[in-house]
């Protein structure tokens, strides 16, 4: 019933936009009578368009979320409004004039229930203004932020109006990008709460480099989609300046020097990773042949070229090392450079997939040692290729092995550990933010009889960029490959020996 009387009221809305317009303008007309002078035709020409902007977003509102996602909008207007220089008040008397307009032009049952949201956007600018640095300090606190004990802990717990300050302040400095981002604002909000997700996981881990290595991965990812460098360097400059305000000075100073960390790297000449594909590597024809068929998206010729190559005699560990491996991580390099779509990459993806499925009778049929493993992608990480290799490379050794994919439920990767009785368990993680999962799982291991005894394994990107990162969240081991990952384990596993 309310979502029909929504769609109603938003329909009358457009139907009745440009009326609505000249009334609310004269009633902003009426009010500012001599304190303008005559003839500011473009000044009137931009209040003309705010006021039909505001309907528009508030007949979208009606449409989806409600009052909650007007208000929401009133809050990027406001931001904007300061960023141009906008005189204080005139969001808050614009809003005012259209909710009179509302009323004697709608239906009275339709008119109340835009005039709700209306008022529910009002409320929020009164609020949290949002409209100078100081200002932002006034954004209310989370119901349950506590007094925190650590940086991580206190970015966690704040999170939510750290990122609303920060992304404010970002568009206060930066107003004409307001303008231009249109529709994604929103999407900053998201981005921003990410950012500070990665930013926390390095502080627990006391990792600066975790987040540096995040931020200029980012910087990439987002100038080879058509932002401006400068974008992300202001967001995380707004990042720093906001800390200093939200946060205790005890608690600000890590995450800050976290931060200028990362901006002095994103400000430093930009250095392109090189392609995996090394023309001096092992079977590196082979690698780009199948590379470029994969990228033609042949999969039959891909398919061809593995089973000509294991045919021809080349071992199949070999294939997995020197062509399936580097061919992954060109993939995934060129989706960082916008290179490829996402879809192409799920493609390639895919295609090895399969082609992995086809190897399995040769992988399966080593002689047995007598040992078992467990691979999953932590929970969180939805990246499975790389546990899989870890998993096929112990299968090609004699390893009875147990893959559990991506985003595996700690309690259901220690019950198959306690029932398949592991020697080891690998787990993989591809971002910093997996990485708290990667330590609950390994602390959950730690506490449970049936699997203190286990080897644990890690590896992934974090674990690359830090070189004693695993110690540091309590593993046994990492391997900087998933070939290198074997060795690893029976040497760990001869240790025990008495």
């Not at 980012?218 to 080879?224: I, P, S, Y």
């Amino acid at each position: 019933m309310a979502i029909a009387r929504r769609e109603r009221a938003a329909k009358q809305l457009l139907a009745h936009r440009a009326s609505l317009t000249d009334a609310a303008l004269d009633r902003l007309e009426a009010g500012a009578a001599g304190r303008r002078p005559d003839g500011e035709r473009d000044e009137l020409a931009r209040r003309r368009r705010d006021i039909g902007a505001h309907i528009d977003a508030l007949a979208a509102a009606l449409r989806g979320l409600g009052p909650e996602e007007f208000s929401e909008y009133c809050a990027w207007s406001a931001v904007f409004s300061a960023g141009i220089g906008a005189p204080r008040g005139a969001l808050g008397a614009a809003l005012d004039a259209l909710r009179e307009s509302v009323g004697e032009q709608l239906d009275p049952a339709l008119s109340r229930t835009a005039q709700r949201a209306l008022e529910a956007g009002r409320r929020r600018i009164e609020a949290s203004p949002l409209v100078t640095p100081a200002e932002l300090a006034a954004i209310p606190a989370v119901a349950d932020e506590r007094a925190a004990a650590s940086a991580a802990e206190a970015l966690e717990q704040a999170g939510p109006r750290i990122t609303r300050m920060t992304v404010a302040l970002a568009y206060m400095r930066r107003p004409a990008d307001a303008l231009a981002h249109g529709e994604r604002r929103a999407r900053c909000l998201e981005d921003a709460g990410f950012h500070l997700a990665q930013l926390a996981a390095a502080l627990r881990l006391g990792a600066e480099e975790i987040f540096v290595e995040y931020a200029d991965w980012t910087q990439t990812l987002l100038v080879r989609r058509g932002l401006a460098p400068a974008e992300l360097v202001g967001h995380l400059g707004a990042v720093r300046d906001v800390l200093a305000i939200a946060l205790p000075p005890h608690l600000a100073d890590a995450p800050r020097r976290y931060v200028a960390a990362a901006l002095d790297r994103l400000t430093s000449p930009a250095i392109e990773a090189p392609s995996y594909l090394d023309p001096d590597a092992p079977l590196a024809a082979l690698a780009r042949r199948y590379f470029d068929a994969l990228r033609a998206g042949d999969r039959a010729r891909a398919h061809a070229l593995i089973m000509e190559a294991v045919e021809a005699g080349t071992p199949v560990k070999d294939i997995y090392a020197h062509v399936f491996e580097p061919c992954q991580y060109e993939v995934g390099r060129l989706w960082h450079l916008n290179r490829i779509s996402v879809a192409e990459e799920h493609y390639c993806t895919a295609v090895t997939q399969m082609i992995l499925s086809r190897l399995y009778p040769l992988i399966f049929s080593a002689e047995r040692v007598n040992r078992r493993l467990v691979a999953t992608a932590v929970q969180g990480n939805l990246h499975e290729v790389g546990a899989r290799f870890v998993a096929d490379f112990f299968e090609m050794a004699g390893w009875d092995t147990y893959y559990l994919g991506a985003n595996a439920p700690t309690e259901h990767v220690l019950h198959e550990v306690a029932r398949r009785g592991a020697d080891v368990l690998a787990v993989s993680a591809s971002l910093s933010d997996h990485l708290p999962g990667v330590r609950a799982l390994i602390d959950a291991a730690r506490g449970d009889a049936a699997c203190r005894n286990v080897v644990l394994l890690v590896g992934g990107r974090p674990f690359r960029i830090v070189h004693d990162l695993w110690r540091q969240l309590g593993a046994d081991g990492s391997a900087p490959s998933a070939e290198g990952a074997v060795p690893v384990a029976e040497r760990l596993l001869a240790a025990r020996r008495p």
